[in-house]
């Protein structure tokens, strides 16, 4: 997690930094960019032809040099190895509109179908089989991509991955993040120590803290998630304050040790496209990015595994449809579902306060009627009316006011209207005139509408959903046995007590 939190402060640096000619080139030399061959699908643009952003970013366990060997440990008898696995997978979503982002993370621990891939860098290839998902990355960034957009149906546009090393030294270049935990801790794994409380955390330290997980939460990879999202909110919010990057020697070396450490697709390898991305998430205030983990059930066959869970669907329907899961002040969405007013779509105006004056322009009679009676069974407010046109109409159009470009997108997505049928008008209030481009139905013909969006409530239910804003939200230590010092079970506060020679991992 520490190498997704290098991730955003990479682009938070390239995005800020005022970079000259030499600096750009350089850092252009150390990205590294793979191909991403189509693996993940293609984003649907929104009424206004804007698109949202699906970014998978994956933590690679990867031991491949002496520096993440000692890091990860694990080498003493292999040596320097050549595979990894996505031990850290997170799709980052921003709206189309940059006004909200969602944050899923998905279990290590995951049993799935991986597809067909082949590595074209190793060669390495496979037909196909069941198994964990992080190990589709040894096939891989794009059998990864692919996996994940085979299991959650979401578009992926692109990739960052990250390992070990580079990102020990960015958190120590801005100086730490700060994090709490609710007990004294000692994860005898993960090596991370710290006394109840708030903590600054730089390097291995910080490393130690997202790698915990037998720390926090049950003690499996479910817990780690949300001390995780714990510890990148910090590290978002310190990047967002006022004047965190004002050094120029610690812009250099953030930005530099983060491209070294990047593996991005081609649609992300210079620092011109990284720059683009920066700015894409600043837009996002803290209070509308929602952090959540997928949904799991035990494995029946494995009860060290677990599978998608109740509430999963509905949580990738959220990303995949473009919804947001907080409203524009921050606070949860309502639940939508196909027999109750939808809840709010991308542009966060629910369906229920969008009125619309729907106008016929055919010569067919009815057609505003059929339409309009469509919109107010689908939640649209009861003011939605009907008028005949002024005049025949060839193509059809929805005409909204200053400001109403919310409401507007909300109408044309469940119409199934694209950009081109959008324009702006002088006055208040939204005018759908039905062309004869439209002669029958209430989707238009070819749109792709989505009149029943997905229910935000069975979402983000049981999917630790939490916001970037909440500072004061502290990791839960585990109150089980989780841990083991000297052959003896202990929980991770006892293996604390225990362990009193070994000194905090922030000391």
Request: charged share 15%; net charge neutral; aromatic share 4%.
């Amino acid at each position: 997690m520490l190498r997704i939190a290098g991730i955003c402060l990479a682009l938070l640096v390239l995005g800020t930094a005022g970079v000259g000619w030499w600096f750009y080139e350089h850092l252009n030399g150390n990205i590294q960019s793979v191909p991403l061959d189509g693996k993940g699908g293609t984003e649907k643009a929104d009424a206004f032809g804007r698109t949202p952003i699906n970014l998978l970013v994956m933590g690679s366990d990867g031991r491949t040099s002496k520096t993440d060997c000692k890091l990860g440990g694990g080498c003493s008898r292999t040596g320097v190895q050549t595979g990894s696995n996505a031990d850290v997978q997170m799709v980052v979503h921003i709206s189309a509109d940059r006004s909200n982002a969602t944050v899923m993370s998905i279990p290590r621990d995951t049993m799935t179908q991986v597809p067909a891939c082949k590595d074209k860098e190793t060669g390495r290839s496979t037909a196909g089989y069941y198994g964990q998902i992080n190990g589709a990355l040894q096939y891989g960034p794009a059998c990864q991509v692919a996996t994940v957009h085979q299991l959650t149906g979401i578009p992926i546009d692109h990739f960052v991955k990250l390992d070990f090393s580079g990102v020990v030294k960015m958190s120590d270049a801005v100086g730490g993040v700060s994090v709490c935990v609710n007990d004294n801790v000692y994860d005898t794994y993960s090596h991370l120590k710290l006394s109840n409380g708030s903590h600054t955390l730089k390097g291995v330290a910080a490393l130690e803290f997202v790698r915990s997980r037998h720390g926090f939460g049950d003690g499996s990879d479910l817990g780690r998630t949300v001390s995780q999202h714990i510890f990148l909110s910090a590290m978002i919010r310190k990047f967002k304050s006022a004047g965190t990057l004002t050094d120029p020697t610690a812009v250099y070396d953030l930005a530099d040790a983060a491209t070294k450490a990047l593996t991005v697709d081609d649609g992300l390898g210079t620092v011109k496209k990284l720059i683009g991305l920066a700015s894409d998430l600043n837009k996002v205030p803290t209070k509308r990015m929602t952090f959540t983990t997928m949904q799991t059930a035990p494995d029946s066959a494995d009860s060290n595994r677990v599978v998608v869970g109740a509430g999963a669907k509905s949580l990738f329907a959220t990303i995949s449809d473009d919804q947001s899961l907080t409203t524009g002040s921050g606070k949860k969405s309502s639940a939508a579902s196909a027999t109750t007013k939808p809840t709010a779509t991308a542009s966060a105006v629910p369906a229920s306060e969008v009125a619309v004056t729907v106008e016929n322009g055919t010569e067919i009679t009815g057609r505003a009627s059929a339409v309009a009676t469509a919109l107010i069974d689908k939640g649209f407010n009861s003011g939605t009316a009907t008028a005949n046109a002024p005049s025949p109409a060839a193509t059809t159009t929805l005409t909204y006011g200053s400001g109403q470009k919310g409401e507007a997108q909300t109408a044309a997505k469940v119409l199934g209207l694209s950009a081109s049928h959008l324009k702006q008008g002088q006055s208040r209030g939204l005018i759908l005139v039905v062309g004869s481009d439209w002669p029958s139905g209430t989707t238009y013909p070819g749109g792709s509408s989505s009149s029943a969006p997905a229910d935000t409530k069975t979402a983000v239910s049981n999917a630790h959903a939490s916001t970037a804003d909440e500072a004061k939200k502290c990791a839960e230590v585990s109150p089980y046995k989780t841990v083991s010092l000297n052959g003896v079970p202990m929980t991770p506060a006892q293996a604390y007590a225990a362990a009193r020679n070994k000194p905090d991992s922030d000391e």
